[in-house]
T-cell receptor, first 112, second 113 residues
């Protein structure tokens, strides 16, 4: 079947620390991969995406590389800020009506 | 900018009530989706629609129904609300192109007493 597994949170970091949130997937076919971010009290916003193997998605200092050989799409940021505190969701989509499969989310807390 | 709006941010209902959650998108998207979000479970797909008057069950359709009479509007209906339907409900839309980004509304937090 199709599924996404994310590291459990919460992840607590100090400002300017390096961030990695792990994401691995299982998919029948060739998915597109996404990271969404949810700030407190809001809906999900697209952070970045990658549509094929070895693509790198990037936005706002965040990066993730589509690794087909390890079925992974880990999210990284070199220096986090307090404003990055949010819940991060990894997701994949396939061809059937653009259905998405989401991970369970990882909460990030960044302390000043 | 794509805009997806949901009719209420917070809603309190009684067990057994019929509940309507409405979602409107302004980008002429073909696909619309309803999810519920619960702690530790992530987002689970309830129903989706790929065209007007078309609907497909998602992973957890029991206790819910949907209506899509117009392209821009997708309604989620709880026929007889129960306490286990207390949750955050998120609506999303996307274009008909495969593997396209889904755009989300702000969510409706529903409490069933």
């Amino acid at each position: 079947g199709n599924s996404v597994t994310q590291m459990e949170g919460p992840v607590t970091l100090s400002e300017e620390a390096f961030l990695t949130i792990n994401c691995t997937y299982t998919a029948t076919g060739y998915p597109s991969l996404f990271w969404y971010v949810q700030y407190p009290g809001e809906g999900l916003q697209l952070l970045l995406k990658a549509t094929k193997a070895d693509d790198k998605g990037s936005n706002k200092g965040f990066e993730a590389t589509y690794r087909k050989e390890t079925t992974s799409f880990h999210l990284e940021k070199g220096s986090v800020q307090v404003s990055d505190s949010a819940v991060y969701f990894c997701a994949l989509s396939l061809y059937n009506f653009n259905k998405f499969y989401f991970g369970s989310g990882t909460k990030l807390n960044v302390k000043p | 900018d794509v805009k997806v709006t949901q009719s209420s941010r917070y809603l309190v209902k009684r067990t057994g009530e019929k509940v309507f959650l409405e979602c409107v998108q302004d980008m002429d998207h073909e696909n619309m989706f309803w999810y519920r979000q619960d702690p530790g479970l992530g987002l689970r797909l309830i129903y989706f629609s790929y065209d007007v008057k078309m609907k497909e069950k998602g992973d957890i359709p029991e206790g819910y129904s949907v209506s899509r009479e117009k392209k821009e509007r997708f309604s989620l209906i709880l026929e007889s609300a129960s306490t286990n339907q207390t949750s955050m409900y998120l609506c999303a839309s996307s274009s008909g192109t495969v593997q396209e980004t889904q755009y989300f509304g702000p969510g409706t937090r529903l409490l069933v007493l």
